[in-house]
């Protein structure tokens, strides 16, 4: 058996302390938020139970958790739903060249090295000087695709890159509109890219906190509603309360890995029956 050398190990040291500084808060926090009714913030653990996570479901003294959980799920489904169709309406565009595309580009991607919180006086400055009101739903929306329709754009943009052409080119010869040949051939196609843009999308504006501080208005989403109970809640409370949002988000993340895994299923499944009949 051949001997690992030293570098191997120092290698494999770094990256199980990257893995502890990544994931170490995660697990602390899921431990502490299942203490019993006398249990702190801190270690060591006041006994075991599901008392707080049972507390998060009766009627909060302080905070609107729930409310702001759905204000943050409808804000991540809207945003989500709208870097989707911008994004692939942008890459459709930028597969030709016209006039000014590269200066429009960079100003798509400009916002991502903008201060996130500078985005958000600044969307909050506008719609206060137009008379509109602070709201989430309206300058919230703004101000968080600001941040993911960029990613957006940039993934549809390599993505179409390396589109190969002749797949529309054999559509139009069999007589399909360019309707049909965008719904039958290329939407298929980039679907799994779809549904990675839509990840993005999601995700980003779930647990958005600097870009939403401004606009929000009076109601928080769920990231100020936690930065909010940070400084009044002093109970495990809080930590059964990241607890289900982590288990929530990568509930998210399996159903997409699990949705891409079923359309590549289905893309393969033609080809294998095909394999049968020869």
Do not use: C
Request: no cysteine; charged share 10%; glycine share 10%.
């Amino acid at each position: 058996m051949e001997r690992r050398s030293r570098s191997f190990y120092l290698l494999a040291a770094f990256f199980g302390l990257f893995v502890l500084f990544l994931y170490g808060p995660i697990v602390t926090i899921g431990i502490l938020s299942f203490q019993g009714p006398q249990g702190g913030l801190t270690f060591p653990m006041n006994g075991v139970s599901l008392h707080w996570f049972r507390d998060l479901f009766e009627e909060q003294a302080v905070g609107d958790i729930w409310g702001s959980f759905r204000r943050s799920f409808a804000l991540g489904l809207m945003v989500m739903v709208t870097t989707v169709v911008v994004s692939v309406l942008a890459g459709l565009a930028f597969r030709k060249r016209f006039a000014g595309a590269t200066v429009l580009f960079y100003l798509s991607i400009a916002s991502l090295v903008i201060p996130s919180i500078l985005i958000s006086l600044g969307v909050g400055l506008i719609f206060n000087q137009l008379g509109f009101r602070v709201h989430w739903i309206t300058s919230g929306f703004g101000s968080q695709l600001t941040w993911t329709l960029p990613f957006g754009l940039l993934i549809m943009f390599a993505v179409f890159n390396r589109f190969d052409k002749s797949y529309e080119e054999a559509a139009r010869d069999q007589g399909a509109t360019p309707w049909q040949t965008f719904a039958h051939v290329i939407l298929p196609i980039i679907a799994p890219s779809l549904l990675g843009v839509a990840l993005f999308g999601f995700t980003l504006s779930y647990d958005e906190f600097a870009r939403t501080l401004l606009t929000a208005g009076s109601y928080n989403t769920l990231p100020l509603e936690i930065f909010g109970m940070t400084t009044n809640v002093t109970t495990p409370v809080i930590f059964a309360l990241g607890t289900l949002t982590t288990l929530f988000s990568l509930a998210v993340i399996g159903t997409f890995f699990l949705t891409l895994w079923l359309l590549s299923r289905r893309r393969k499944r033609p080809s294998d029956a095909g394999k049968g009949m020869v």
